[in-house]
């Protein structure tokens, strides 16, 4: 969808209080195929009502947006948090019960020591090493079955995807980022491990002069970002200027 074009619609629509398709046709000379969408989208932002039974809609005021847009933040976060504490409170949950076991291996190898320490002999040497290697050898230990140890720069980095609800590793966030349109900027919330608090980065394409795939890059700001989109399109506009002459 074109945005500037939308941004257009959504001033008209609020300056001159009209929400009918066929006003939208006529003032930005539009197909009905194009204005439809345009029409789904202000009813989407909460800019005009759904069609009542008699089929007109209402514009809403400004503020209707604003609140709902801030509601949706709200909720986002509310599912984010929840989230977070629902897989927090299973690792608690989990190391606790993994922190009993372990007592309870403590108190087995030392009735191993004092039952060897009482009655073992030369030739039962062996026997009793044997026995404190399994008890002490972690891969053996069946409460380890639900827990994986991995290299940290395997999972430290974690993106939001807010239309799943669902934390992505790298890879996972490409398959939206690698759409995102030349020159624009999205919000990306990240976090380092699942169970920390987040921050937001800024995903923008960037042009290299190399490449014609046109790759994606996270920045700090959303000021560099926004840099680094405008660039990335005035060459890429550039490029398919020379392309067609």
Known sequence: MDMELYKSVVDFVRNHNKASTSHIQRA??????????????????YVISPMSANGKREVYPEIVAELQQQIKVLTADLKESQSDFAYAYKSVTSW???????????ELIKNEVERFQQSGSPLDLNQFLSNLIELATFKNDHEFTDHLLVPKKDIEDWYLDEDEGLWLDHDGIDGNLCELDIGKVQPVKHKEYLITQSNTLYAARVWDGEDDHIAWKLFESEEAALEAAKYCKQMYDASESGAEQ
């Open 96 to 106: 606790t019960e993994r922190a009993y076991k372990q007592r309870e291996k403590v």
């Open 28 to 45: 930005f000379n539009l197909s009905y195929n194009r204005a439809v969408p345009l029409m789904d989208k202000l009813e989407e932002d």
